[in-house]
């Protein structure tokens, strides 16, 4: 199995990825796609080893989103579809009502009820504010989660103006006045890239020798690499291990208001998410956002799902054109499945999936997934 590797960027000075032009205005994206590092590593590898040697090392590795983070000492991660947040006073506490996940909850009403939970209690399902008792909307955005304490990520912008110059009076060139705005060096990115460790460690030396994104030639995108031990989320099989446990947890806590004594008393299987930390393009044999997956020789339908849809394009530096642009699943998505595997097989499988990514170009970054979100385990405002 590829080796996985989480690396921290942390930059010397403002951040631009590119993310459009519009007339005399350049904009920034908040996180860092895959195919940005691989690019710089290309670029390093056409100077060193020549350009015949780009493809037999890039096609080894496999390159992760970087998200946005203000501590370097943990990671950030989007928050899942799941995660709700009061209308009016939004956000973490305690200074805020906080955030909690409806995920578990959902899945333990609805698998309980058995297609008709309406029979089983009196009730249906619903979601308020446990400080003030006011309603729930999406929260969205990056988190990170240190010292027990949960935070979202702030992301801060700077902006410049910079002026062509005419190449013939070497002075500004009249009517080329034109505004970028970066993210700010303040901002570290965390992500990982799966490869041997000999190219990662190219990898680390281009990124720090070239830099990334957009002007690096005119001051932005110069960043320091660090390699990381532990991103601190644990492995698959204790995310699904932790995930099981709060969901029979919360079984428990669910049934007790049931109406009708046909409730079953625990899951009849294990439970497990799959959740896009990066858009993935999805395509079964059209495109969609729904996701399938194939364990053991066996194809999964998910049992439940959360997505969003959104567009896939980007940009060609080597072809100096446009790439194709794709519906595809946005980040953030959750695709419930279940299972009656041994756990060894299961986890063994799951782990082969996050290494491989779903869907179309995985190798850069797009599909990037994680087994059982931490934030799931959320269930009460924090």
Request: charged share 25%; net charge negative; hydrophobic share 35%.
């Amino acid at each position: 199995m590829t080796q996985e590797h989480w690396l921290t960027l942390k930059p010397q000075s403002p951040v631009c990825i590119g993310l459009h032009k519009a007339a005399r205005f350049i904009s920034s994206r908040d996180e860092i796609p895959g195919s940005v590092l691989r690019g710089a590593l290309a670029r390093h590898i056409k100077i060193e080893n020549g350009a015949d040697h780009i493809l037999e090392i890039v096609s080894k590795m496999r390159f992760g989103f970087f998200r946005p983070s203000q501590s370097k000492d943990v990671i950030s991660l989007p928050l899942p579809l799941t995660a709700q947040q009061c209308k009016r006073n939004p956000g973490f506490g305690p200074e805020s009502h906080g955030i909690f996940d409806i995920l578990i909850p959902f899945i333990a009403y609805e698998e309980m009820g058995r297609g008709t939970p309406w029979l089983m209690f009196d009730v249906p399902l619903s979601f308020a504010c446990k400080a003030c008792g006011f309603k729930m909307e999406q929260a969205k955005g990056y988190y990170i989660h240190k010292n027990d304490k949960f935070k979202k990520v702030e992301i801060e912008h700077v902006s410049q103006t910079k002026v062509s110059i005419d190449r013939r009076t070497k002075s500004a060139k009249e009517g080329m006045l034109f505004a970028i705005t970066g993210i700010s060096e303040e901002i570290m990115f965390s992500g990982r890239v799966w490869g041997p460790q000999e190219y990662v460690e190219k990898l680390e030396h281009a990124i720090e020798c070239f830099g990334i994104g957009a002007l690096t030639g005119r001051g932005f995108g110069n960043v320091k690499v660090e390699r990381r031990k532990d991103a601190g989320i644990g492995t698959v099989g204790d995310r699904v291990e932790q995930f099981n446990k709060k969901l029979l947890e919360v079984w428990s806590d669910i049934s007790s208001l049931a109406i009708s004594e046909d409730v079953p008393e625990e899951p009849d299987a294990t439970y497990f998410t799959v959740d896009l930390l990066s858009p993935a393009i999805l395509r079964y044999p059209i495109p969609t956002t729904r996701l399938t997956l194939t364990i053991a020789e066996t194809e999964y339908e998910p049992v439940y799902w959360f997505t969003e849809p959104t567009f896939v394009g980007g940009w060609s530096p080597a072809l100096g054109l446009p790439k194709s642009t794709y519906l595809g699943a946005g980040s953030g998505s959750t695709y419930v499945f279940k299972s009656d595997l041994d756990m060894n097989t299961l986890v063994g499988n799951l782990k082969k999936l996050e290494a491989n990514g779903v869907g179309f170009r995985a190798d850069e970054g797009y599909g990037e997934v994680m087994i059982c979100h931490p934030f799931h385990l959320e269930v009460t405002q924090v």
